[in-house]
Structures are given as structure tokens and as C-alpha cells.
């Protein structure tokens, strides 16, 4: 079995593949320090939860955009899966080419999306993911990273309401539908909501036009569902797109790899 792990800043979440089937995943919270024994509970727990062993998993791969928790992080991968973990990176076939001015500045969960996206879905595509931040990445369909947008997520922006604004409460995101509140909750609610819905409708619509292209909207993340359900913009939600972007890249690599802690060939 193949174990796949994003670790983003807000969520941990973990996969479980019986081969390309996804048999189980979890989230845990990446906002707390923890030890590599605590990591390590964890992850055994949810594998046990699952009906799996330690001795069936063959391979770890992790995308993280967290480096500070790395270290307890890998530690735990070795000592209780006894395992050298697959870190997203350079070395490693995405088949993806990146366009960008900077590659290696771009984050592993992006290059793990647009490899899901290009290769189950195919064509040109717009993958949003919908996380801590949101990003909007343009992928050709000869699966070139053309670069992208990057605006506040969700959570960040319903919460700098009530911490900018003295009198205004934290709040629960949700649909809503009336634009028109009738208290200030009602009204934080709507302005958040229908505000993002614009904002995902803008960024899509401004790139059909740059791109002069038919894309495919591809969405993911968290909260994709609340924007995907209220939204005919986007075309699919995959809310588990990322895990089978980094099984597409342990399958591309799995011949190549070393028994050498941390190193992969192309």
C-alpha cells in the first residue's frame, strides 16, 4: 500500500492506496508543535482505524509547504512506518514542465494538483485549490505549469474581518442566500460568501479571456465545495485531487528510487 501526505498550513491530511484505489484518508490540524512519538500516535492510529499495518506500507510520499514541522515530521515516518519518506521536490518526475520564472519556488502541493489535474482530467485546465490560501493555476494541456493567481483563502478573509474591526465578531462561513443581511452576523456572512463567489467568478473569467482558451475548471481544498455548490463556474470538485497527484508521481518514480534516505533520481 502507498501512504500520501500533504501537509498544508492550516491541515495534515493523510491517504491510503490499495493500489489506485483510495481506500481511506484523514486530516489532522498542522497548527499545533508536535513531537515525532506524537506524529507517529497519530499516523498509526488512523492506519490501524483503517485496517492497515505498518509492514504493508511499501512507500510514503509527502508534499508539504510547512517546513518547519518537517524534521518531527520524517523522524515519525522512520521510526513507526520504518520507511524512508518520498519528499515532493527536485529530483522527482512530476510530468509536469513549469513555466514559471522561479520553479523551484513554486510549492510541492501546487505541482502534486496540476499533476493530478493534467493526467486524470486532461486538456486545458484552471485548478483552484481551495486552502489556507487560494490559488488559481493555468496548466496547458501538454501539461506545462503556465504560472497562476493567489488570493487570500476563505478563512483568512472572514477572519480579518473580526480581527481588524473591533466590533465585528468571528463567524461561521456558510452559504447564504440573501445578499441583504438583517444583523451583523447575517451580513459578515453574506459580504464573506457572495464576496468570494465573485472573486472565484472574476479570476476564472479573467482567465478564459488571457488564455484565449476553453479551460476546464478543476476545483479542490476544503472549502471548494461550499464555492463549487453555489457557483456554475466550476466544472468539477475533486476534493481529494492532491492524493492522486502524488500517487501519479510515486508511480513515475517508483523505479528510479533509491534505498538512500531522501534522494530520488529523475
Known amino acids: 500500500m502507498l501512504a500520501v501526505i500533504d501537509i498544508g498550513n492550516t491541515n495534515i491530511t493523510l491517504g491510503l492506496f490499495d493500489g489506485s484505489r483510495l481506500c481511506a484518508n484523514y486530516r489532522l490540524t498542522s497548527g499545533v508543535k508536535r513531537t515525532s512519538d506524537e506524529y ?9 482505524n483503517a485496517g492497515v499495518s505498518a509492514a504493508q506500507i511499501e512507500a510514503v510520499v509527502i508534499s508539504s509547504v510547512v517546513p518547519k514541522i518537517m524534521h518531527s515530521f520524517t523522524n515519525s515516518i522512520r521510526k513507526y512506518l520504518n520507511t524512508e519518506p518520498i519528499v515532493l521536490g527536485p529530483g522527482l518526475k512530476t510530468g509536469i514542465a513549469i513555466k514559471t520564472d522561479n520553479p523551484r519556488e513554486l510549492g510541492a502541493d ?9 493526467y486524470v482530467y486532461g486538456g486545458e485546465l484552471l485548478v483552484i485549490d481551495f486552502g489556507t490560501a487560494t490559488t488559481f493555476d493555468y496548466v496547458s ?9 493567489i488570493a487570500p483563502g476563505l478563512e483568512i478573509s472572514a477572519g ?13 462561513i456558510k452559504a447564504v ?19 468570494y463567489v465573485g472573486l472565484t467568478e472574476s479570476i476564472i473569467a479573467r482567465f478564459k479571456k488571457e488564455t484565449g482558451k476553453p479551460l476546464k475548471i478543476i476545483a479542490s481544498g476544503g472549502l471548494g465545495k461550499l464555492i463549487y455548490d453555489n457557483s456554475p463556474c466550476i466544472d468539477v470538485y475533486n476534493p481529494t485531487l492532491i492524493f492522486d497527484g502524488l500517487r501519479i508521481i510515486y508511480e513515475k518514480n517508483r523505479h528510479a528510487l533509491k534505498p538512500e534516505p531522501g534522494q530520488a533520481e529523475r
Open 40 to 48: 507517529g500516535f497519530l499516523l498509526t492510529g488512523f492506519m490501524n
Open 110 to 118: 501546487r505541482i502534486a494538483l496540476a499533476a493530478a489535474a493534467h
Open 141 to 149: 494541456a501538454r501539461g506545462e505549469f503556465m504560472g497562476g493567481a
Open 160 to 172: 480579518a474581518l473580526s480581527a481588524k474591526a473591533a466590533k465585528l465578531p468571528e463567524i461561521e
Open 177 to 195: 442566500t440573501e445578499v441583504c443581511g438583517k444583523n451583523t452576523i447575517a451580513s459578515m456572512q453574506a459580504g464573506v460568501f457572495f464576496g
